[in-house]
């Protein structure tokens, strides 16, 4: 357990709705990531963070938008949700050893 | 594109066997190699860690490393079925200084009783 939480933990919510999911860390890690997992397309990454205010895009970041204001929190942004954005999210912390998840979320657009 | 390749299975052993799981990456930049295990609807659990040629044995689990070929296996003696799971290979380059982790799709194993 590397003290990452994820909220909320299931969503659904309507094409054209703006989304934000959070991502909590307790133990002052630089690193940052989100991820999204599909079937078929295995975990892709869609942006990172390598301290405050520093953040950069991944593989898959259209229609995606990051923030952190602070260390332990890193917030994951869809402006206009759509349906490909369906999906399970995955936020990930790096240390000496490698990444570690946090429990995600599912988020489902209708 | 940077790739990682897995045989997707199912790979089914019984139980007590050694399962075998395999991944080739592309990048030959790639610097560390990742076994990540994966039950249904949880999130991805670090296993194994690999940046050396050779083997890394750490109880049940040996991964081995062979960067001439681009290859990473994991090993899993004594299978039980609750490694039954879908296991993810990754390679990591550190180029950037944020580390850009690459994974293949999974092998989904399943150890019978």
């Known amino acids: 357990d590397a003290g990452i939480t994820q909220s909320p933990r299931h969503k659904v919510t309507e094409t054209g709705t703006p989304v934000t999911l959070r991502c909590h860390q307790t133990?002052?890690?630089?690193?940052m990531y989100w991820y999204r997992q599909d079937p078929g397309h295995g975990l892709r990454l869609i942006h990172y963070?390598?301290?405050?205010?520093?953040?950069d895009k991944g593989e898959v970041s259209d229609g995606y938008s990051v923030s952190r204001s602070k260390t332990e929190d890193f917030l994951l942004t869809l402006e206009s949700a759509t349906s490909s954005q369906t999906s399970v999210y995955f936020c990930?912390?790096?240390?000496?050893?490698?990444?570690?998840f946090g429990p995600g979320t599912r988020l489902t657009v209708t | 594109q940077k790739e990682v390749e897995q045989n997707s299975g199912p790979l089914s052993v019984p139980e007590g066997a050694i399962a075998s799981l395999n991944c080739t990456y592309s990048?030959?930049?790639?610097?560390?190699f990742f076994w990540y295990r994966q039950y249904s609807g949880k999130s991805p659990e670090l296993i194994m860690f690999i940046y050396s040629n050779g083997d890394k044995e750490d109880g049940r689990f040996t991964a081995q490393l062979n960067k001439a070929s681009q290859y990473v296996s994991l090993l899993i003696r004594d299978s039980q079925p609750s490694d039954s799971a879908t296991y993810l290979c990754a390679a990591a380059n550190y180029g950037g200084s944020q580390g850009n982790l690459i994974f293949g799709k999974g092998t989904k194993l399943s150890v019978k009783p």
């Open positions: 133990e002052n890690h630089r690193y």
């Open positions: 990048d030959r930049g790639s610097q560390s």
């Open positions: 963070s390598y301290g405050v205010k520093d953040t």
């Open positions: 990930a912390i790096r240390d000496d050893r490698g990444w570690y």
